[in-house]
C-alpha cells in the first residue's frame, strides 16, 4: 500500500487548499478512506471519512460545512477541499484507508499552514 498526499502549503487565515491522495498498491475503489491530521505537540486527529463508492461523507465536527472530502474511484485519488481556514487548522494532513492499519501512515502527508 502507498498513500501520496500533496496539495498543501502556506495560506493566510480564510484561504482555501485542495488536497490530494495518489493511492496504490491495493483496490481502492473497495476501501474507505478518510484525512487524519496531526498538529505540532497535538495527538492525531480524524478529520473526516468517505466510503468506497463516494456516497456517503462524514466530518469532525469543527470541520463541518468547512472541509470537503471526495474522490475519484478511476483515478484512484482521495481528495480534501479546506475552505474558510483558520490558524488552528495547521497541521500534516494524512490519507489513510481502511484496507491496511492506519499507522504508521503509509504516506509522508502533506503540510498545511494557516498564518
Keep these: 500500500v502507498q498513500l501520496v498526499e500533496s496539495g ?6 480564510g484561504g482555501s487548499l485542495k488536497l490530494s491522495c495518489q493511492a496504490s498498491g491495493f483496490t481502492f475503489s473497495s476501501y474507505a478512506m478518510s484525512w487524519v491530521r496531526q498538529a505540532p505537540g497535538k495527538d492525531r486527529e480524524w478529520v473526516a471519512a468517505i466510503n468506497s463508492g463516494g456516497t456517503t461523507t462524514d466530518y469532525a465536527e469543527s ?10 474511484n ?4 482521495l481528495y480534501l477541499q479546506l475552505n474558510s481556514l483558520k490558524t488552528e487548522d ?7 484507508t481502511d484496507a491496511v492499519s492506519w ?3 503509509r504516506g509522508q502527508g502533506t503540510q498545511v499552514t494557516v498564518s
Design 63 to 72: 470541520m463541518k460545512g468547512r472541509f470537503t472530502i471526495s474522490r475519484n
Design 74 to 77: 478511476a483515478k484512484n485519488t
Design 8 to 13: 498543501g502549503g502556506s495560506v493566510q487565515p
Design 90 to 96: 495547521t497541521a500534516v494532513y494524512y490519507c489513510v
Design 103 to 105: 499507522w504508521p501512515a
